[in-house]
């Protein structure tokens, strides 16, 4: 089974701040991932599929990167709406999820 | 527009079985793959199972081998989830999603909560 290991779990920052969230697969999964965010209560929303291509209707200061093993995600410029778990997931062989990274007020 | 909305979801005692359904609108159902996902109170998503768009592929997560069996209606545009010898550990809110092909899932239910307690 492939493994992500997503880091790190929380993360405290400030409206304007840039943040970078990493993932990393146990085994060469290409460029076959995917980031989602979940606010409380709600179902994850697909941001980035195949690493970096940005969903539409997704705004542009959000942005993936990475291939093979190592990927990261990144907002360039944190928004309020941006509080939020996030969460990368491998889909090269069945599926797996990272444990996800709580982005906080600080 | 699309949606996936899951029920079935309810208190059950351990050892016992449950079926989750997940009614879909709004695509042509038949044309896609469909997946179960779970998230058990404050915790991550598990992703669970998933059945190909004819039933001729379906795969499952090493936790629930052997207990749960997914299943699709083309026909009634429903997916389902039988859930069998449940245990405490399943609690959790599942969530029916849909993706093209064996890929990210595009679309999300509004997930049901399934509660394994005595």
């Known amino acids: 089974d492939i493994q992500m290991t997503q880091s790190p779990s929380t993360l405290s920052a400030s409206v304007g701040d840039r943040v970078t969230i990493t993932c990393r697969a146990s085994q060469n999964i290409n460029r076959w991932l995917a980031w989602y965010q979940q606010k409380p209560g709600k179902a994850p929303k697909l941001l980035i599929s195949?690493?970096?291509s940005l969903e539409s209707g997704v705004p542009s200061r959000f942005s993936g990167s990475g291939s093979g093993t190592e990927f990261s995600f990144t907002i360039s410029s944190l928004q309020p709406d941006d509080f939020a778990t996030y969460y990368c997931q491998q889909y090269n062989t069945y599926s797996t999820f990272g444990q996800g990274t709580k982005v906080e007020i600080k | 527009e699309v949606q996936l909305v899951e029920s079935g979801g309810d208190l059950v005692q351990p050892g016992g079985s449950l079926r989750l359904s997940c009614a879909a609108s709004g695509f042509t159902f038949s044309d896609y793959w469909m997946h179960w996902v779970r998230q058990a109170p404050g915790k991550g998503l598990v992703w669970v199972s998933r059945?190909?768009?004819?039933?001729?592929?379906?795969s499952y997560a090493d936790s629930v081998k052997g207990r749960f069996t997914i299943s699709r209606d083309n026909a009634k545009n429903t997916l389902y989830l039988q859930m069998n010898s449940l245990r405490a550990e399943d609690t959790a809110v599942f969530y029916c999603?849909?993706?093209?092909?064996?890929?990210?899932?595009?679309?999300w239910g509004p997930g049901t909560l399934v509660t394994v307690s005595s």
């Open positions: 059945i190909n768009s004819d039933e001729s592929i379906t």
């Open positions: 999603a849909r993706s093209t092909g064996a890929s990210f899932f595009h679309h």
């Open positions: 195949q690493a970096s």
